[in-house]
């Protein structure tokens, strides 16, 4: 039975008596009950194989195929039913500032008594083409404060008893061991990083790189994409929404480089590797030497949307409320020549495009799919439903972080997000992952909706990684939305198959590749269930007593959620 055929006045009188007696009060707790309705195989299939498709060029973000993209969104909602918000047939337009080198070049020279030492971009220091100006320089003493973190409340302040304002910080990437993971890598973040040393006065910011992000991913390698463009979105008042007025752009210094700024300092670079191989935190202290650094870069402004629908609530009171639902749009376009990898990859596939199949395409489709079966419901769930189609979330989370800041309904009225990226559809599964359910309520939500789909929520399989700051949902969370990001599970239904390894084989040889297309790597029965799970998800959230609220002393709902 579909649930577009439901009713309660249709339950005979027998059976809602049965369910009072069961404790079930209301129609919606019955429908909590109900069968989950049966998505679309084909459906999916046809939208993954249109966004993915060689026409639309990688979907990059203000490209003529991502408008191809988003249009094809504007035409699904509009089939739906879906209500358009923004004023502008679903579309939110995005105006970003796009930063190229072109004439210019960053510079980056040390100063101290014995002359001067000039760095070169690309082989010594990285940098990329700066958003905030075309033009900027600023020339100031050096002081090294360790990791450059900031949080008395874990017993860690890099900047107690160092005097840095004016000065340009030297910090060391990554974080202190100590730290937990999730909450490490936010305070570990550049972002926070520079705001941190923002706060306290400094002027400009330059990043060390270490043996352990060298092995991570190597200073060679991160020097192959110096061409790329930069972006950010852009405030009315036509400055970049991420800028840190008063802070230089960021560089990044390879560690034959960083060695000497601290030639004749307190300790030698090596003496604090040392210490970090051993978990020790290292202190900071002024370096003995001053730097200059300049950037520039050439700009354009490119205009490029988020895709909106309402899908409105039933409920009188809580139609004021909204479960926002996203998934990223746009990939990461054509490649200059082969992969990009700069391996033997490019010498077998000489194919350009990166069709981003399961990233997002695949996303999309399942979300366009959950839209429908709300949609073709017959009733819609007592909250209002928002399914968000963002651009620029290869850019850095910038679509949905301008959502996020700049919704088309009252920011205190979004009580949930529920983010889908890059789901893996690669087999049947029997469990699902939600990527930061121990912050929120929204955990036992999806473990709920896991167990009606006949599945289970299993915990995060790879920590290390730190997810949950790593993808569209976090922009929500930076506004105190409780949020979880959803992908299937590694426990396939077929004996035969090693989930664990078929989703780290798609990393490894799919992943940011022309190679991830709409071919037989996709599992649509695998997009079915997870269609499904996820239409149960959103209903228990959209449809319960209780908004979604954070886990008691929570990290990022005490953070986030008092800021806003």
Same mark, same amino acid.
């Given at each position: 039975m579909r649930i577009k055929n439901f009713s309660c006045r249709a339950v005979a009188a027998g059976a809602l008596a049965a369910l009072i007696g069961a404790g079930i009060s209301s129609c919606s707790s019955y429908r909590a009950f109900f069968p989950i309705p049966s998505a679309d195989i084909e459906r999916m299939r046809a939208d993954?194989?249109?966004l993915s498709a060689d026409a639309l060029a990688g979907r990059k973000t203000g490209s003529r195929g991502y408008q191809q993209a988003a249009q094809h969104v504007a035409d699904r909602f509009a089939a739906l039913g879906l209500q358009s918000i923004t004023g502008d047939d679903y579309f939110q337009q995005v105006p970003f500032r796009e @930063?190229?080198?072109? /004439?210019h070049q960053a510079t980056l020279m040390l100063h101290g008594r014995d002359g001067d030492i000039t760095f070169e971009l690309g082989a010594d220091f990285l940098a990329k083409p700066p958003t905030i100006g075309e033009d900027t320089v600023t020339s100031a003493g050096l002081v090294f404060v360790g990791y450059g973190v900031g949080a008395p409340e874990f017993g860690f302040d890099d900047y107690a008893g160092l005097d840095v304002q004016g000065k340009i910080v030297v910090v060391l990437d990554g974080r202190p061991p100590q730290l937990p993971s999730e909450v490490g890598a936010h305070y570990a973040s550049g972002r926070t990083k520079r705001e941190t040393a923002a706060r306290h006065g400094a002027v400009g910011f330059i990043n060390l790189n270490t043996p352990a992000l060298e092995a991570r991913r190597s200073f060679a390698r991160s020097s192959e994409h110096i061409q790329e463009p930069t972006f950010d979105w852009l405030r009315a008042d036509d400055v970049p929404g991420n800028a840190i007025p008063g802070m230089h752009p960021a560089v990044v210094l390879d560690i034959p480089a960083a060695r000497q700024l601290f030639m004749g300092a307190q300790r030698s670079l090596e003496t604090i590797f040392t210490e970090m191989d051993n978990g020790v935190v290292p202190k900071g202290f002024p370096l003995p030497y001053s730097a200059t650094l300049t950037s520039g870069g050439e700009h354009r /402004?490119?205009?490029?949307?988020?895709?909106?629908?309402?899908?409105?609530?039933s409920d009188p009171k809580l139609r004021d409320e909204y479960v926002v639902f996203t998934a990223h749009l746009d990939h990461i376009g054509v490649d200059a020549a082969g992969s990009g990898q700069g391996d033997v990859h490019d010498q077998l596939n000489p194919d350009r495009i990166n069709n981003g199949a399961q990233d997002n395409a695949a996303g999309i489709a399942v979300m366009l799919e959950v839209a429908r079966l709300f949609a073709d419901s017959a009733r819609a769930p007592r909250r209002s439903i928002l399914f968000v189609a963002v651009t620029a979330e290869e850019e850095g989370l910038l679509g949905s972080d301008y959502f996020a800041r700049h919704p088309p309904v009252p920011p205190q009225s979004m009580v949930a997000n529920i983010n889908l990226d890059m789901p893996m559809l690669l087999y049947p599964f029997r469990d699902v992952i939600a990527f930061g359910a121990e912050h929120s309520s929204l955990g036992k939500s999806a473990a709920h909706a896991a167990q009606r789909a006949g599945l289970k929520l299993s915990p995060d399989p790879m920590p290390e990684q730190v997810i949950f700051v790593r993808s569209d949902h976090y922009s929500f969370v930076r506004q105190g939305v409780p949020s979880i990001y959803l992908i299937t599970g590694r426990e396939a239904i077929d004996q035969n198959i090693d989930g664990t390894q078929a989703q780290l084989d798609f990393l490894i040889s799919r992943y940011h590749r022309p190679d991830d297309e709409a071919d037989e790597q996709i599992s649509y029965i695998a997009a079915q269930q997870f269609a499904e799970v996820n239409f149960a998800i959103a209903w228990d959230v959209a449809d319960a007593e209780r908004k979604p609220r954070w886990n008691r002393g929570d990290f990022f709902g005490e953070?986030?959620? @008092?800021?806003?």
């Open positions: 993954v194989e249109y @930063a190229r080198w072109g /004439k /402004k490119v205009v490029s949307p988020n895709v909106v629908g309402l899908l409105p609530g953070l986030f959620a @008092a800021e806003n």
